[in-house]
């Protein structure tokens, strides 16, 4: 609950927080009738989890407008149905923070917690987040695998478990880090990927079950 409300109250990138909250007054039009959340966006999840999912950012019309990472977005109807098929969710749609969603055995976390312009944080934006991770990581006592949705947060999840020369990344490709845990990376449920084929819901699922079995 420390983390949690830091992440939340946290002011350091002034660029993050104008555009965070100018999206929030904006707003798209579907969602025109609703407050958005407009804040950092906290991890959240079982805190005995063994397996860590990390994305980059929260999306301007998802986590930004719900307040939940993954959740009222496209790229989280493909999250979470993968996640329950995979027996770490209780039901496979996550559209409010009120929905009933449980994680069991996993926790969700972003390498930025505030909706970046574009999607691309800059790196001092980076390096201000990186503390909460780390804050997270630290507490997830029983943490064996870290699902890197992307290559972004491949690279976050290397520096973070030292993992040293950063292997290439790609999907379904796995790395130990010193401390035992264990690196799968996975192409992220971007529409972009998801539109193209890139990432089929069999090869997100093929990522999950591997996760579990490890």
């Known amino acids: 609950s420390e983390v949690?409300?830091?992440i939340i109250h946290c002011e350091a990138c002034p660029r993050l927080r104008r555009y965070c909250e100018r999206i929030g007054r904006e707003k798209r039009a579907a969602y025109r009738?609703?407050?958005y959340w407009a804040k950092p966006v906290p991890g959240f999840g079982d805190p005995r989890a063994r397996?860590?999912?990390l994305g980059?950012?929260?999306?301007?019309?998802?986590?930004?407008?719900?307040?939940?990472?993954?959740?009222g977005d496209r790229s989280g109807d493909w999250l979470f149905r993968a996640l329950h098929r995979a027996g770490f969710a209780n039901q496979p749609h996550s559209t409010s923070v009120d929905d009933g969603m449980r994680l069991k055995g996993a926790w969700i976390a972003a390498a930025v917690r505030c909706a970046p312009p574009a999607n691309k944080p800059l790196p001092d934006e980076r390096e201000a987040c990186r503390s909460f991770l780390q804050r997270e990581i630290a507490l997830l006592r029983r943490l064996q695998v870290v699902v890197c949705l992307g290559a972004f947060a491949f690279e976050v999840a290397c520096t973070e478990f030292g993992v040293k020369p950063r292997p290439k990344f790609g999907h379904l490709a796995e790395f130990a880090t010193p401390s035992g845990v264990t690196l799968l990376c996975s192409f992220p449920p971007s529409q972009q990927n998801t539109f193209t084929g890139r990432l089929t819901?069999?090869?997100?699922?093929a990522v999950f079950e591997r996760a579990a079995a490890l």
């Open 4 to 6: 949690r409300d830091a």
């Open 33 to 35: 009738t609703e407050t």
């Open 51 to 53: 397996v860590l999912v």
């Open 56 to 71: 980059l950012a929260p999306a301007a019309h998802g986590a930004n407008r719900t307040g939940r990472l993954f959740t």
């Open 201 to 205: 819901e069999p090869m997100l699922d």
